[in-house]
Structures are given as C-alpha cells and as structure tokens.
C-alpha cells in the first residue's frame, strides 16, 4: 500500500509516520526478502586477512553505536512529551535492535568466536566517550538535549560513516550498511521535525543544544578519524565523511 503522506494535514502527517503502520510499509520495501540483512543470494567474498580484521574493528564499533542508539531511544521513551513520540520511539527501538542483531550475525560470519568480548576490546575511547554522554543526557530526561544527542548527532554520525563505508564495502556488508542508512534516516527526520518545532517555539533552546553539540563534536569527529583508519576509503573521499556530518547537522541551524 502506498502512503500519500504529503497529502495530508500537520497533525495527521504526525500520525501517520509516527505509527507502526507507516514503519511497516516503509520496511517491506527493503526487508521482506531479507536474511539479517541482506538478501539470501549475494555472494560472501574472500576478504584478506588485514582487510578482514580492519572490517570486524569497524562492525564492533557500530555495534557500540547501535547499542547506545537502542538504549537512549528506549530511555526517551520513558519522558517523551506524547504519544506520538512514544509510537514513533517504539520503532526506532525496534529499528536499532535490529541494527545491532544483524552486525552482530555479520561478526559471527566473518569469524568471531566471542562478539562481545571483541566489540568491548576493539571499541574506540571516543565512541565510548560519545556513549556515556548520551546516556548521561537520557539518564537527566532532558527531552531536547536528549533528541538532540541521539537523534541528530549520532543518527548524523551513523548515517556519514556508513554511507561512506557502504561505497567501499564488499557486497553483504553493502547490502546491510544500506538497510540500515534508511532505518536512520527515518530517524533523522523525527529529530528534525521535533527539535525544527520546539526551535521555532522557544528559540532559546537553542543556545543549550549548540553547547552540547560544541561537547560532542570533537568525539565525533575522532571517532571518524579512528574508523577511516580501518576503512578502506580513498584519501580524497575521506574529508567527506566530517563534512557530511556537520552539513546534516547544520540543517538544523546548527554550525560550529
Ligand atoms: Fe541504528
Ligand atoms: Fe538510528
């Protein structure tokens, strides 16, 4: 069934695409087929040993990114100021779960014994960093600091790094980096939606958001350093990657 979602009014528009309903229909387009991820057929290819390693640094990573995604969208969930946002954040849950399960099956099928003891072995000082602030934030049920973090700023960070990594991967990683890109997609756009209103409602918060991404920045952009490290991303795409991130950001009004 297809959704003319523009056609309909402000409030309805909220209903819609912050139902079970919409995030049904958007998913089947991409999932329906799917096996974790990515379609039963695509070919594994033989990846060298470095390459392999760097790969699984690189997935352990996200796996730390997705977990604390699918920790501060549950938290938010818990203070969200209606139920629109509660249904929508209900689907991001799911959405991130999802992410983490289907990185974590990619690590098992390139060889690792023990995902979770390599994911907090390989995890870089910066996306732990990142982490525990977000979670701070949740944790103080600080609504717009809150969407903020997770919904701009680590959905902006997400969404770069893996449309970067997705051009340079072998096929299966490809195939499952871009079921995710569009998962956090829907999840940018409830955050600009959200925060692009109360912005416009009580521009004051303003200022409090651009000091938390002022904090937060320095981590992302370290991090992006450390995973281009391990990626195998031309030299003269990699400035893209902090590029892309801050320009999503400053979408929002929001520069540095
Ligand atoms: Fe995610
Ligand atoms: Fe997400």
């Given amino acids: 069934m297809s959704r003319e979602v523009h056609t309909l009014a402000p409030d309805e528009f909220l209903d819609e695409v ?4 919409f995030w049904f229909h958007s998913i089947q387009g991409y999932l329906a087929d799917a096996e974790y991820g ?14 392999r390693e760097r790969l699984i640094t690189v997935l352990c990573n996200y796996c730390i990114g997705e977990t604390a995604a699918l920790d501060g969208a549950s938290g938010l969930i818990g ?40 994911i907090q072995r390989r995890a870089t000082r910066s996306l732990q960093a990142f982490r525990r602030r977000l979670l701070e934030l949740v944790a103080g049920k600080d609504w717009e600091a809150g969407i903020f973090a997770q919904n701009v700023i680590l959905e902006a960070m997400e969404f770069a790094a893996f449309q ?13 980096l ?6 956090e997609r829907r ?25 938390i991404k002022r904090e937060l920045d320095p981590l992302v952009l370290e991090t992006f350093e450390e995973m ?29």
Avoid: C, W
């Fill in 79 to 118: 203070f969200a100021p209606n139920r629109q946002a509660k249904i929508f954040l209900a689907t991001q849950v799911v959405d991130e779960a999802r992410h983490l399960e289907v990185l974590i099956h990619r690590l098992a099928e390139l060889g690792v014994k023990d995902p979770e003891a390599e």
């Fill in 228 to 256: 281009l490290a391990e990626l195998d991303v031309p030299r003269e795409e990699r400035p893209e990657l902090g590029r892309n991130y801050l320009e999503t950001v400053e979408r929002l009004g929001f520069t540095s």
């Fill in 178 to 183: 871009e079921g995710i890109i569009k998962d």
């Fill in 164 to 176: 970067t990594h997705a051009r340079n991967a072998d096929p299966i990683t490809r195939e499952l």
């Fill in 38 to 51: 990515h379609r039963p057929g695509t070919p594994e290819s033989e990846l060298p040993p470095d390459r």
């Fill in 18 to 21: 912050h139902s079970f309903e």
């Fill in 187 to 211: 999840h940018m756009g409830f955050g600009e939606n959200d925060l692009g209103r109360r912005l416009s409602a009580t521009p004051h918060v303003r200022a409090r958001l651009q000091q």
